[in-house]
């Protein structure tokens, strides 16, 4: 399942550029891009997909798939949300980005690490890129990660009173709660 947007980077001043609700946004410098041109960033966050990543590694974030309508000429910083339980700062260098081009030929898609900077203080990870392609987040098998859960429960007769219950425990992250929020309005009109 995936969702997506693009967003829009205007002139060569320094900007912020969000997508609200998806863990992901975007950090120009001034100069990134030429004076008077907008470039278009699109974004598809996937939460299911033929990938390989780095042994002894377990994902934290989302994949995101980015690309550009051109190549930044300065790198921008790609912030991405992650749900590892972050104990210390120390902990913090055994995080790193995942990156596997979008072009590859063969599934499944295969990612790399990178260094990324990470802090206790956010439950996000930046890195500094010009180019983009699919990204993510990994950390060491085993680490703790931040959940959420949801009860979807539909009526199915008032005497005796008959109940549905459904019960899902996902990774907490913005994407999850989107796709999330959307199953259970899907779950409340089935019948």
Known sequence: MYRETVLEVVGDKPQKVEWPGYGFFIEIPEGAVPRGV????????????????????????AIYWVSSSI????????????????RSEDQ???????????????LPYKFREREGLFSSHTQ?????????????ETAPEG?????????????????PLTVDFH??????????????SIMSLS?????
């Open 187 to 191: 779950f409340m009109n089935y019948d």
């Open 167 to 180: 019960f899902v425990v996902v990774r907490d992250l913005e994407p999850n709660l989107q796709v999330y």
């Open 38 to 61: 907008t470039v278009s960033v699109g974004v598809k966050v996937i939460l299911a997909g033929q990938f390989k990543f780095p042994e002894n590694r377990q994902l934290i974030s």
């Open 71 to 86: 190549e930044f000429i300065k790198e921008v910083s790609v912030n991405i949300q992650h749900c590892a339980v972050v």
């Open 124 to 136: 996000y990870g930046a890195i500094k890129l010009k180019q983009f392609s699919l990204l993510g």
């Open 143 to 159: 680490t703790d990660t931040l959940c959420t859960a949801f009860m979807f429960y539909k009526q199915q007769a008032p005497s």
């Open 92 to 106: 913090c260098s055994q995080f790193k980005f995942i990156i596997a081009k979008c072009s590859q030929s063969q």
